[in-house]
Nanobody
């Protein structure tokens, strides 16, 4: 059974940082690109970052470029998202996902507020 469990969310002040983790199991993690997406209250899902299966190519939308960094550890079957310079508009539930349109796991809530 495919399982993707995101963790590390919480309440942070504007300008702060958080590091999200995603524990993956039930599939060959190292053979798949992985993606972080987010969903703000009342809004559509938004792509946040993608990393290739080797961890050597990363892509981001303009909204997070330069502030967020996606990484992976294929030995541990884990995906990460380092989020710096957080803004209130980054408030959302964050999910890890297989590839660009694959299975999505349980999310973790990030709230950016003073």
């Amino acid at each position: 059974e495919v399982q993707l469990q995101a963790s590390g969310g919480g309440l942070v002040q504007p300008g702060g940082s958080l590091r999200l983790s995603c524990a993956a199991s039930g599939f060959t993690f190292s053979s798949n690109a992985m993606t972080w997406v987010r969903q703000a209250p009342g809004k559509e899902f938004e792509w946040v970052a993608t990393i290739d299966k080797a961890g050597s190519i990363t892509t981001y939308p303009d909204s997070v470029e330069g502030r967020f960094t996606i990484a992976r550890d294929n030995a541990k079957n884990e995906l990460y998202l380092q989020m710096n310079s957080l803004k209130p508009e980054d408030t959302a539930v964050y999910y890890c996902q297989i590839g660009l349109n694959g299975r999505r796991g349980q999310g973790t809530l990030v709230t950016v507020s003073s």
